[in-house]
C-alpha cells in the first residue's frame, strides 16, 4: 500500500496511535478466553494494527479496549483478524484487524481523531500554496517556505506527539525502527503522479520534527529552468567528472535531473543513480535508467559507488559527496572512462573546489588536485533567487569548464585566479554568477538589493 500515491490512499487513511490496548481472545477450539496487553500500532475507522508475541488466527474475533489518542474516552470494539505479519526472527507478529462491531461514537471518536492530523492535507496545502517545503516543528503551526520566505499556516500548534503521529503513519515498521535506532531518517514520499516529497526526520532538544521538500515529479526541460546550454554538452560527454554546486535548496536535483532526462532522450546509455532519496523518477526511454536509493536499496554512497562500477554503467549520478570514500571513487570512475555527475554543498565554485581537496588530510592535497585536474570537465555552480514580486524564483548559474588552464589552476591550488579564468573563458562559454545575476537586473527580473544579498561579487562590481 506504501507504493502507491498518497493521494490514491485516502480511504486507507490512518494514522500512527502508540496507546497500550487490552485485547481479549476467545479460543476457537474450547471457546474459553483470556486477556492480554499489547502496544496499538495505527487505527482507522475501520480496522487497526497491533504487534502481538502470540500468532493469531485468520478471522479470529478479538474484543479490544483502549484509550482515544484524542481524549480519555475508552474505545471499545470487536474485530476479525485479517492480516498476519511476522519479525525475521518470528518472535513478534504484526496484526491486522478489521471492525465488526463498534459503536456510531466511538467510531465518530476515531474519525475526528484522524480528521484532526491529516497529513495529506497539510502536503495539499503545500502543493497548491506553490511552496517548496513544509516544515513540522514541535509546539508550533506547521509551516511552509514559499519563495525563500518562511510562513505559518492558520492551525492548531503541533505537540511532538502529533508529529510522531503523522508522520509514523506512512512509514514502514522497519524505518520506524531505523530512525528511533540513528535519530536520523531521509525518505521519499510520492503523494500523486506529480508530486513527491523528500522527508528528512531529525529531532532537536529532544522533539521529533520534520523536513518536507516538495518535488515535482516530472524532469523540466533545461529552457524552462534557464539552464545555460553549455550544460546540455557537459551532459553528453563520454566520460569525465561533471560537479553540481550549490547550497540546500539551489535546485541541484532538478538540474541532475534534468541532464539524466537528456541523456535519456538522445543516448542509448545504462545511466545508475545514487539516490537518498530518490526524487525524480526517471522511465526508460533511449537509455535503461537504474536508481538506487540510499538506506533502502544499498547502505552508504560510497558502498553503493563502488558496486556500480561492476554493472557496467555509461554514467553514474551520484547525489551527495559526502565522504572521503565517495570523493575518491568518483575521480577513479571518471577517469577510467565514466561520465560521473555528482552534487555537492558549495555557496561557490572557489569554495567548492577548496572544500573536495579539505575534505582530504594536507599531505594528500597534491594528489587530490592533480586527480581533480585529470577528471574534471566542467563544474556548475547555481543559486536560486527570489524576483521582484516574489512570485517566483529564477535560477542564477555559473558554469566552468575544465580547460587547460583551469586544470593547472587546480593542481597548482591557485584557486583565487578562478574568476579571471571563468571571464577569459568565454569562448568555452564560461560564465560567472555575476554575469548570470546581473542578466536577470538588467532585466528587471530581481531587484538591485536581492542580487547583492546573493551575491558580494555583484555589489562589488555594481559599485564601479
Given at each position: 500500500?506504501?507504493?502507491?500515491?498518497?493521494?490514491?490512499r485516502?480511504?486507507?487513511?490512518?494514522?500512527?496511535a502508540?496507546?497500550?490496548?487490552?485485547?481479549?481472545?476467545t479460543?476457537?477450539?474450547?471457546?474459553?478466553?483470556?486477556?492480554?496487553?499489547?502496544?496499538?500500532?495505527?487505527?482507522?475507522?475501520?480496522?487497526?494494527?497491533?504487534?502481538?508475541?502470540?500468532?493469531?488466527?485468520i478471522?479470529?474475533?478479538?474484543?479490544?479496549?483502549?484509550?482515544?489518542?484524542?481524549?480519555?474516552?475508552?474505545?471499545?470494539?470487536?474485530?476479525?483478524?485479517?492480516?498476519?505479519?511476522?519479525?525475521?526472527?518470528?518472535?513478534?507478529?504484526?496484526?491486522?484487524?478489521?471492525?465488526?462491531?463498534?459503536?456510531?461514537?466511538?467510531?465518530?471518536?476515531?474519525?475526528?481523531?484522524?480528521?484532526?492530523?491529516?497529513?495529506?492535507?497539510?502536503?495539499?496545502?503545500?502543493?497548491?500554496?506553490?511552496?517548496?517545503?513544509?516544515?513540522?516543528?514541535?509546539?508550533?503551526?506547521?509551516v511552509?517556505?514559499?519563495?525563500g520566505?518562511?510562513?505559518?499556516?492558520?492551525?492548531?500548534?503541533?505537540?511532538?506527539?502529533?508529529?510522531?503521529?503523522?508522520?509514523?503513519?506512512?512509514?514502514?515498521?522497519?524505518?520506524?525502527?531505523?530512525?528511533?535506532?540513528?535519530k536520523?531518517?531521509?525518505f521519499?514520499?510520492q503523494y500523486?503522479?506529480?508530486?513527491?516529497?523528500?522527508?528528512?526526520?531529525?529531532?532537536?532538544?529532544?522533539?521529533?520534527?520534520?523536513?518536507?521538500?516538495?518535488?515535482?515529479?516530472?524532469?523540466?526541460?533545461?529552457?524552462?529552468?534557464?539552464?545555460?546550454?553549455?550544460?546540455?554538452?557537459?551532459?553528453?560527454l563520454?566520460e569525465?567528472?561533471?560537479?553540481?554546486?550549490?547550497?540546500?535548496?539551489?535546485?541541484?536535483?532538478?538540474?541532475?535531473?534534468a541532464?539524466?532526462?537528456?541523456?535519456?532522450?538522445?543516448r542509448?546509455?545504462?545511466?545508475?543513480?545514487?539516490?537518498?532519496?530518490?526524487?525524480?523518477?526517471?522511465?526508460?526511454?533511449?537509455?535503461?535508467?537504474k536508481?538506487?536509493?540510499?538506506?533502502?536499496?544499498?547502505?552508504s554512497?560510497?558502498?553503493?559507488?563502488?558496486?556500480?562500477l561492476?554493472?557496467?554503467?555509461?554514467?553514474?549520478?551520484?547525489?551527495?559527496?559526502?565522504?572521503?570514500?565517495?570523493?575518491?571513487?568518483?575521480?577513479?570512475?571518471?577517469e577510467?572512462?565514466?561520465?560521473?555527475?555528482?552534487s555537492?554543498?558549495?555557496?561557490?565554485?572557489?569554495?567548492?573546489?577548496?572544500?573536495?581537496?579539505?575534505?582530504?588530510?594536507?599531505?594528500?592535497?597534491?594528489?587530490?588536485?592533480?586527480?581533480?585536474?585529470?577528471?574534471?570537465?566542467?563544474?556548475?555552480?547555481q543559486?536560486?533567487?527570489?524576483?521582484?514580486?516574489?512570485?517566483?524564483?529564477?535560477?542564477?548559474?555559473?558554469?566552468?569548464?575544465?580547460?587547460?588552464?583551469?586544470?593547472?589552476?587546480i593542481?597548482?591550488?591557485?584557486?583565487?585566479?578562478?574568476?579571471?579564468?571563468?571571464?577569459?573563458?568565454?569562448?568555452?562559454?564560461?560564465?560567472?554568477?555575476?554575469?548570470?545575476?546581473?542578466?536577470?537586473?538588467?532585466?528587471?527580473i530581481?531587484?538591485?538589493e536581492?542580487?547583492?544579498?546573493?551575491?558580494?561579487?555583484?555589489?562589488?562590481?555594481?559599485?564601479?
Open positions: 500500500m506504501l507504493n502507491r500515491p498518497l493521494a490514491e485516502r480511504r486507507h487513511r490512518r494514522l500512527y502508540r496507546v497500550p490496548m487490552s485485547v481479549e481472545i479460543s476457537p477450539e474450547d471457546e474459553t478466553r483470556k486477556s492480554k496487553t499489547v502496544m496499538l500500532g495505527n487505527i482507522s475507522e475501520s480496522a487497526l494494527y497491533f504487534e502481538s508475541d502470540e500468532l493469531l488466527p478471522k479470529a474475533e478479538i474484543k479490544v479496549a483502549f484509550k482515544s489518542p484524542k481524549s480519555e474516552k475508552i474505545i471499545r470494539a470487536t474485530a476479525s483478524v485479517v492480516r498476519i505479519e511476522t519479525s525475521p526472527d518470528e518472535k513478534i507478529f504484526g496484526i491486522g484487524a478489521t471492525f465488526i462491531e463498534i459503536t456510531d461514537e466511538d467510531k465518530k471518536e476515531l474519525g475526528a481523531f484522524i480528521e484532526q492530523l491529516d497529513l495529506e492535507k497539510l502536503l495539499k496545502l503545500t502543493i497548491e500554496k506553490g511552496a517548496s517545503d513544509l516544515h513540522l516543528i514541535a509546539n508550533s503551526p506547521p511552509l517556505r514559499i519563495q520566505e518562511l510562513q505559518d499556516l492558520d492551525m492548531p500548534k503541533l505537540s511532538n506527539e502529533d508529529i510522531q503521529r503523522l508522520v509514523f503513519s506512512v512509514l514502514p515498521k522497519k524505518q520506524i525502527r531505523k530512525f528511533e535506532q540513528n536520523e531518517l531521509d521519499g514520499l500523486d503522479v506529480e508530486n513527491r516529497f523528500r522527508i528528512n526526520l531529525h529531532f532537536q532538544r529532544g522533539y521529533l520534527e520534520a523536513a518536507f521538500r516538495l518535488i515535482v515529479s516530472r524532469s523540466f526541460s533545461f529552457k524552462e529552468l534557464h539552464i545555460p546550454d553549455v550544460v546540455k554538452d557537459l551532459a553528453r563520454k569525465g567528472l561533471v560537479l553540481v554546486a550549490g547550497p540546500t535548496g539551489s535546485g541541484k536535483s532538478t538540474t541532475i535531473a541532464m539524466v532526462d537528456l541523456i535519456n532522450q538522445e542509448r546509455v545504462i545511466v545508475i543513480t545514487l539516490e537518498r532519496p530518490i526524487e525524480y523518477v526517471h522511465k526508460n526511454i533511449k537509455s535503461f535508467v536508481q538506487r536509493e540510499i538506506g533502502v536499496n544499498t547502505n554512497f560510497s558502498t553503493a559507488l563502488q558496486s556500480s561492476r554493472q557496467d554503467p555509461n554514467v553514474i549520478v551520484v547525489g551527495e559527496l559526502d565522504d572521503i570514500e565517495t570523493v575518491k571513487t568518483a575521480f577513479i570512475a571518471a577510467a572512462g565514466y561520465l560521473v555527475i555528482a555537492f554543498h558549495a555557496p561557490n565554485t572557489l569554495q567548492g573546489i577548496d572544500r573536495l581537496a579539505g575534505m582530504f588530510p594536507p599531505e594528500s592535497h597534491t594528489h587530490v588536485l592533480t586527480q581533480l585536474a585529470n577528471c574534471l570537465k566542467g563544474m556548475i555552480t543559486l536560486l533567487i527570489p524576483t521582484i514580486d516574489k512570485k517566483s524564483r529564477v535560477l542564477a548559474v555559473e558554469v566552468v569548464i575544465g580547460t587547460d588552464a583551469m586544470k593547472r589552476i593542481r597548482a591550488g591557485e584557486f583565487h585566479q578562478i574568476p579571471t579564468i571563468i571571464q577569459t573563458g568565454k569562448q568555452y562559454k564560461m560564465q560567472s554568477m555575476y554575469e548570470s545575476i546581473k542578466k536577470y537586473v538588467d532585466e528587471d530581481i531587484s538591485e536581492t542580487a547583492q544579498f546573493y551575491s558580494q561579487e555583484f555589489g562589488v562590481y555594481a559599485g564601479h
